[in-house]
């Protein structure tokens, strides 16, 4: 037996004598020691950056081996592993790092003030091209392990084992990770041994396989657990270094890395139509908006083809907005699907809102019923009209302004084999509400809807010519969409304020207050409701606000 293995054997041998049964307390002392150790071993150039010790076992229970879990930054260093008994007496491995990012903006401010424009915008696409091969963008992490008998290892990981709360997937950092961290990892048969096998080399035991469990190092395993662990041949597994590539890792965590410090945190929000991922970047992520757009698209790809921001605010009768292509084919053409229906349009010629999704399921599952009559007066490329014809068998009249999106809705009705049961108009909606229960083909709707949040209820007031007469054969739902923001003074919710928008613009005549309007809804049965749909800005909501068109109200309306 070599030198090696026998001083390897006494090693071990100490840590689970033989004949007695050790408890984890003997150990606390050597442990400490072994800790105290570790961490004069860490640099102390930077104390921000110093590893930090977090033994996931208890240092009675792997004391041979305190590990560490630290991030691979441009200060940081390697810590080599070392049995705990081993003086740690020469200096550590330090990884040079490459250039760091904040580096490469700090170069960059100066290069702008006195080059050329194209030469910053050859040094911009030098940045974009290289941030990929970054050595400094792996993370390494030490992690704690057990070992762990192979034929355990599926009852060790199952959700309820009393390894669970222990396992390194509960490490904050790694989840997202993709693809996950494997927990279990391959062993050398001669680097772990079964404790019964320290007085019995010769055991055929020896050859049992086993494999390493990975463990979260900010946790610690309380003496009970240890102590239940060994009894099952579990034992501390030596220390596990795991890299994280960029490939691995979220565009969130790469963004934090390479973004300059004027630029952080990174952009969170964004919205995905079909292969176009949209941002509303901030006015300090401007600057840095091809290298995000760069990084989102290398991350979120295939899914993601294209990557644009929002210019300015949405604007015009059209509803639309101005985009600027940050990384992938400059193409906005795109499908989506939404719950089975297929939609095809120009994101950059149209209206279109993701996040509204809930709520159009929402209103076909709650208020919409099979066969009734819907009319849209901003319907857009179709999204409501289309789902309510395919899904409850509606006929649905849809009104909008712009050329673009009748086209679109036209097509997708064709498309989801809906044509004969949307009729398509475009033409001013203050129209499109006036004409409706005047014609057959303009019938008194079971369902109003008015998602237009800038300007809905300037519309409101053409329900008055609706005739009195058809209220007979039901009472209408109006559906409204509006901004809204509470009142701390007066003590108002956005719902509060919401309704009272939609009371004025139903009752502009009383010149009452809004909460007088509310209450003259009440007394004419409109059976008013307000819910909210989603935040738009701190404090602005988007509400959904609705009420039934009694005869009382068109009487008063049309006095």
């Known amino acids: 037996m070599s030198r090696h293995s ?22 606390a002392a050597a442990a400490s020691t072994s800790i105290r150790s570790a961490a004069a071993f860490v640099p102390r150039t930077n104390p921000s950056t ?13 004391s041979h081996n305190a590990c560490l879990l630290r991030r691979k930054t441009s200060a940081a260093c390697f810590k080599r592993h070392r049995p705990w008994e081993e003086k740690l007496s020469s200096p550590p491995n330090r990884a040079i790092p490459s250039l760091t990012y904040n580096q490469f903006h700090r170069a960059r401010a100066l290069f702008s003030s006195s080059t050329s424009v194209s030469s910053k915008a050859n040094f911009e696409d030098d940045l974009i091209a290289n941030w990929r091969t970054d050595p400094t963008l792996t993370d390494v992490y030490h992690l704690p392990t057990l070992s762990v008998p192979a034929e355990s290892v599926h009852s060790i990981l199952k959700n309820g084992s009393i390894v669970a709360p222990y396992l390194a997937s509960n490490i904050s950092e790694l989840k997202g990770i993709h693809p996950r961290v494997k927990l279990v990892r391959d062993i050398l048969t001669s680097s772990i041994q079964d404790k019964d096998d320290m007085d019995n080399p010769s055991s055929s ?22 102590q239940e662990l060994n009894s099952l041949n579990i034992l ?39 292969h176009v991922l949209h941002l509303n970047l901030k006015p300090h992520h401007e600057p840095y908006g091809r290298l995000i757009g760069d990084v989102l698209l290398d991350k979120l790809s295939p899914s993601v083809e294209t990557v644009v921001t929002k210019v300015g605010e949405v604007k015009g009768p059209y509803r639309t907005y101005d985009m600027e292509v940050l990384a992938g084919r400059p193409s906005t053409d795109v499908t989506v699907v939404e719950h089975g229906i297929r939609l095809h349009f120009d994101l950059s010629q149209v209206y279109w809102s993701t996040r509204l999704s809930g709520q159009r399921t929402r209103s076909l599952d ?28 509606c006929t649905v009249v849809a009104n909008d302004l712009n050329p673009a999106a009748i086209e679109y809705c036209r097509a997708n009705a064709l498309q989801n084999g809906v044509d004969d049961k949307i009729q398509v108009v475009c033409g001013d909606a203050n129209e499109f509400i006036t004409s409706l229960g005047h014609s057959k083909d303009r019938p008194l709707p079971h369902h109003l809807m ?36 509470g009142d701390a003074e007066t003590n108002k919710t956005p719902a509060d304020v919401s309704k009272e928008m939609v009371a004025i613009g139903l009752l502009p005549s009383l010149g009452a207050s809004g909460e007088d309007s509310v209450k003259a ?20 909501v988007v509400m959904w606000v609705t009420f039934q068109v009694t005869r009382d109200l068109l009487q008063v309306m049309q006095e």
């Open 6 to 27: 026998q001083k390897a054997r006494r090693s071990r041998a100490s840590l689970f004598p033989p004949a007695t049964f050790v408890t984890m307390v003997s150990f």
């Open 50 to 62: 110093r590893v930090r010790s977090a033994s996931l076992l208890s240092r009675s229970f792997h």
């Open 205 to 226: 035991s020896t050859k049992k396989k086993r494999k390493l469990i990975l463990l979260d190092a900010h946790q610690t395993i309380p003496p009970e657990v240890q």
């Open 236 to 274: 501390p597994g030596p220390p596990f270094e795991l890299p994280i590539p960029q490939e691995q890792q979220t565009p969130h965590r790469i963004l934090e890395k390479i973004l300059p410090a004027d630029a952080q945190p990174p952009p969170t929000g964004y919205e995905q139509v079909g």
């Open 366 to 393: 709650e208020d919409i019923l099979p066969g009734q009559i819907i009319a849209d007066a901003f319907c857009g490329v179709g999204a409501l009209c289309v789902r309510a014809a395919v899904e409850k068998n």
């Open 450 to 485: 008015l998602n237009f949040p800038l300007a809905s209820v300037d519309f409101l007031h053409n329900i008055k010519h609706w005739p009195i007469e058809k209220l007979l054969e039901g009472l209408p739902t109006v559906h409204v969409y509006t901004f809204a923001r």
């Open 521 to 540: 809804l009440a007394d004419l049965v409109c059976n008013v409701r307000a819910r909210e749909v989603r935040d738009v800005a701190p404090g602005k």
